[in-house]
């Protein structure tokens, strides 16, 4: 029914920038959002967009890194802009029932497979 697919991922040099997006189906009028983890550390929410395209962000990525959705598409984009070695992890797309949003991992309801981004130093 619900089907989230990312893409965009790959391997940067530190500084560089990659687009994600995130191709959903199934659903409409959600909160959706951008979370990412890395081997033994806990998921984290970094990217988040309600129904009225309003956002938030954590602090680890504000200022760098920008959601945005395309309603006509239903694809959901990440750009993210002066990538550091830090920001190697696992990325997933995430979106809720609901049209608004909370940020844990547990208010989310359907989950991407991820894309993995690698950002040499």
């Known amino acids: 029914q619900v089907q989230l697919v990312e893409s965009g991922g790959g391997s940067v040099q530190a500084g560089g920038s990659l687009r994600l997006s995130c191709a959903a189906s199934?659903?409409?009028?959600?909160?959706m959002a951008w979370f990412r983890q890395a081997p033994e550390k806990e998921r984290e929410g970094i990217a988040f967009i309600d129904r009225d395209s309003n956002s938030a962000y954590a602090e680890s990525v504000k200022g760098r890194f920008t959601i945005s959705r395309d309603n006509a598409q239903n694809t959901l984009y990440l750009q993210m802009n002066n990538l550091k070695p830090e920001d190697t992890a696992t990325y997933y797309c995430a979106a809720r029932r609901f049209p608004y949003c909370r940020y844990d991992a547990a208010s989310m309801d359907y989950w991407g497979k991820g894309t993995l981004v690698t950002i040499s130093s």
């Open positions: 199934g659903l409409t009028d959600n909160c």
